[in-house]
C-alpha cells in the first residue's frame, strides 16, 4: 500500500503529534509498505525531497512555536504526489498543509482519513487573547464537525476525543486508535549509564538528589507553570529535601517560566534544558525519580507512557483521558491541587524499592496496550474500510 501522509510536525520536532507520525512511518515500512511524508521545512529553503520525506516551504509563526504556515495548493507538489501513486491519504493536521491533503485527496481521487489529535478549543487564546473567546471556540466546533464529516475515516486517538466530538454534534463513525509507541527504545538496556553518571556531576545531580521531569512544548496549555508552582509548594514544606527539577523542552513561555523559578526562588534548583533530539527523550527520563505534569488538553498522552516504559515514576493532574493508563496508587498518581500532589510526593518517596518496582511493573503491563503491534493493526483496519468506500 502507498500511504501519503500530510503533517505540519515531524521529527526532530519533538511534540506528541510529531511522534505519531513518526512511528506510523515506521511501523508502515517495517510491513513493507510505501510512505510519503508531507511535512513543512524546519528553515528557510525551497521544496525539498530526502528519505521518503517531502520538505514543504513554509513561513514561521512566531506565536506558535515550531509551527509553519505553507500554501494549500501547488501543482509541484500534486505531480510529486501522483507519481508516487497513492493508496490512500492520512491527513494529520488542520494547518495549511492539512487543507492541501484536502485537496491532493479530491484531486487524485484517493480516500482521505483523518487523525484528529488536537482540542482546538484548547488553542484558541493564541489567535483570541481572550477576546471573543467563546465564539471562537463556538468556530472551532463547527469546523471540527465539518472535518469529520469530510473524511473518508475519522480517527481519535482516545475515548476523550471521541466523547467530545459527540458532545458537539458529530454523528459519523469514530475510529479509536491510540498512537503506537516503540517502547523498546525506552528500555534500561538502550541507556548509557557513563553518560547518566556524567550528566549528573555535571549538573550537581548528587546520590540522593530526588529528580523532578517536566518534559513537552513549553506553552501555555501544557500548564506547566503549575507544575513548577507545586514542585515549589513541596520543597517550602521541606526544606532540607535535596531536589533537582528538569525542565526538557521548549517553546512560547519559556522566558515567562524563567522568570517564574527566579520569582519563586527555585532557580538554583532548576534547568531549563532546552528541546533535546527525539532519541535523546529517553535519556531524560531514566534521569528522573518522577515524572510530573499539570496539563489536561493531551487527546492522549504519550509522555505519560513514555515515562512509564522508562519505569520513571508518573505523577500527573486528574484527566478523564489517563484514568484507563494511569491507576492511582498503581500505575501512577493523581493529583488535583497542591495539597494532594505534596501528598503523594511524600508517598512516593517513603515507600520502598520494592513497593516502587511492583508500581513500575504495573505500569508496563498497561504499556502493552498502546504498542506498536496494535497501533500497526488498528490503522490497517481503518485504511481498508476507508478504501472499500471507494470501491
Given at each position: 500500500?502507498n500511504?501519503?501522509l500530510?503533517?505540519?510536525?515531524?521529527?526532530?520536532?519533538?511534540?506528541g503529534?510529531?511522534?505519531?507520525?513518526?512511528?506510523?512511518?515506521?511501523a508502515?515500512?517495517?510491513?513493507?509498505?510505501?510512505?510519503?511524508?508531507?511535512?513543512?521545512?524546519?528553515?528557510?529553503?525551497?521544496?525539498?525531497?530526502?528519505?521518503?520525506?517531502?520538505?514543504?516551504?513554509?513561513?514561521?509563526?512566531?506565536?506558535?512555536?515550531?509551527?509553519?504556515?505553507?500554501?494549500?495548493?501547488?501543482?509541484?507538489?500534486?505531480?510529486?504526489?501522483?507519481?508516487?501513486?497513492?493508496?490512500?491519504?492520512h491527513?494529520?493536521t488542520d494547518?495549511?498543509?492539512?487543507?492541501?491533503?484536502?485537496?491532493?485527496?479530491?484531486?487524485?481521487?484517493?480516500?482521505?482519513?483523518?487523525?484528529?489529535?488536537?482540542?482546538?478549543?484548547?488553542?484558541?487564546y493564541?489567535?483570541?487573547?481572550?477576546?471573543?473567546?467563546?465564539?471562537?471556540?463556538?468556530?472551532?466546533?463547527?469546523?471540527?464537525?465539518?472535518?469529520?464529516?469530510?473524511?473518508?475515516?475519522?480517527?481519535?486517538?482516545?475515548?476523550?476525543?471521541?466523547?467530545?466530538?459527540?458532545?458537539?454534534?458529530?454523528?459519523?463513525?469514530?475510529n479509536?486508535?491510540?498512537?503506537?509507541?516503540?517502547?523498546?527504545?525506552?528500555?534500561?538496556?538502550?541507556?548509557?549509564?557513563?553518560?547518566?553518571?556524567?550528566?549528573?556531576?555535571?549538573?550537581r545531580?548528587?546520590e540522593?538528589?530526588?529528580?523532578?521531569?517536566?518534559?513537552?512544548?513549553?506553552a501555555?496549555?501544557?500548564?506547566?507553570?503549575?507544575?513548577?508552582?507545586?514542585?515549589?509548594?513541596?520543597?517550602?514544606?521541606?526544606?532540607?529535601?535535596?531536589?533537582?527539577?528538569?525542565?526538557?523542552?521548549?517553546?512560547?513561555?519559556?522566558?515567562?517560566?524563567?522568570?517564574?523559578?527566579?520569582?519563586?526562588?527555585?532557580?538554583?534548583?532548576?534547568?531549563?534544558?532546552?528541546?533535546?533530539?527525539?532519541?535523546?527523550?529517553?535519556?531524560?527520563?531514566?534521569?528522573?525519580?518522577?515524572?510530573?505534569?499539570?496539563?489536561?488538553?493531551?487527546?492522549?498522552?504519550?509522555?505519560?507512557?513514555?515515562?512509564?516504559?522508562?519505569?520513571?515514576?508518573?505523577?500527573a493532574r486528574?484527566?478523564?483521558?489517563?484514568?484507563?493508563?494511569?491507576?492511582?496508587g498503581?500505575?501512577?498518581?493523581?493529583?488535583?491541587?497542591?495539597?494532594?500532589?505534596?501528598?503523594?510526593?511524600e508517598?512516593?518517596?517513603?515507600?520502598?524499592?520494592?513497593e516502587?518496582?511492583?508500581?513500575?511493573?504495573?505500569?508496563?503491563?498497561?504499556?502493552?496496550?498502546?504498542?506498536?503491534?496494535?497501533?500497526y493493526?488498528?490503522?490497517?483496519?481503518?485504511?481498508?474500510?476507508?478504501?472499500?468506500?471507494?470501491?
Open positions: 500500500m500511504v501519503v500530510f503533517t505540519d510536525t515531524y521529527p526532530p520536532f519533538i511534540n503529534v510529531s511522534t505519531s507520525c513518526y512511528n506510523l512511518t515506521c508502515l515500512k517495517e510491513h513493507g509498505h510505501k510512505v510519503l511524508v508531507i511535512t513543512p521545512r524546519n528553515d528557510e529553503g525551497e521544496m525539498e525531497y530526502k528519505d521518503g520525506i517531502l520538505y514543504v516551504p513554509g513561513i514561521a509563526i512566531k506565536k506558535i512555536y515550531g509551527y509553519r504556515i505553507t500554501t494549500v495548493y501547488s501543482s509541484k507538489i500534486i505531480n510529486f504526489i501522483k507519481e508516487f501513486d497513492p493508496d490512500i491519504i491527513n494529520q494547518a495549511t498543509i492539512g487543507q492541501f491533503a484536502k485537496l491532493a485527496a479530491s484531486r487524485l481521487h484517493v480516500p482521505i482519513v483523518y487523525t484528529y489529535h488536537t482540542s482546538y478549543e484548547d488553542y484558541t493564541y489567535i483570541t487573547h481572550g477576546f471573543l473567546d467563546r465564539l471562537a471556540k463556538k468556530i472551532t466546533r463547527t469546523y471540527s464537525n465539518s472535518v469529520a464529516a469530510s473524511s473518508t475515516e475519522f480517527i481519535t486517538p482516545s475515548i476523550k476525543v471521541k466523547e467530545f466530538m459527540r458532545s458537539v454534534g458529530n454523528d459519523i463513525y469514530i479509536i486508535v491510540p498512537t503506537g509507541i516503540d517502547f523498546s527504545l525506552f528500555e534500561e538496556k538502550n541507556i548509557d549509564e557513563e553518560k547518566i553518571k556524567t550528566f549528573k556531576k555535571e549538573h545531580i548528587g540522593n538528589t530526588k529528580v523532578f521531569l517536566i518534559l513537552g512544548r513549553i501555555k496549555e501544557k500548564s506547566m507553570d503549575i507544575s513548577i508552582d507545586y514542585i515549589n509548594k513541596y520543597y517550602e514544606k521541606h526544606p532540607d529535601e535535596d531536589i533537582k527539577l528538569l525542565i526538557v523542552g521548549n517553546g512560547p513561555q519559556k522566558e515567562e517560566y524563567e522568570e517564574l523559578v527566579k520569582t519563586l526562588k527555585i532557580k538554583d534548583l532548576t534547568e531549563f534544558i532546552g528541546a533535546v533530539p527525539a532519541n535523546e527523550v529517553p535519556f531524560y527520563y531514566h534521569l528522573a525519580d518522577i515524572y510530573t505534569s499539570a496539563s489536561v488538553t493531551e487527546t492522549q498522552g504519550l509522555t505519560f507512557m513514555e515515562a512509564m516504559a522508562a519505569k520513571t515514576l508518573v505523577v486528574y484527566d478523564d483521558n489517563l484514568s484507563g493508563t494511569i491507576i492511582d498503581k500505575s501512577g498518581f493523581f493529583f488535583q491541587d497542591s495539597e494532594s500532589f505534596i501528598n503523594k510526593i508517598t512516593i518517596f517513603k515507600m520502598s524499592e520494592d516502587k518496582d511492583k508500581i513500575k511493573k504495573e505500569a508496563l503491563e498497561i504499556c502493552d496496550m498502546y504498542s506498536i503491534k496494535h497501533f493493526e488498528n490503522i490497517m483496519r481503518t485504511y481498508n474500510r476507508a478504501i472499500r468506500k471507494y470501491w
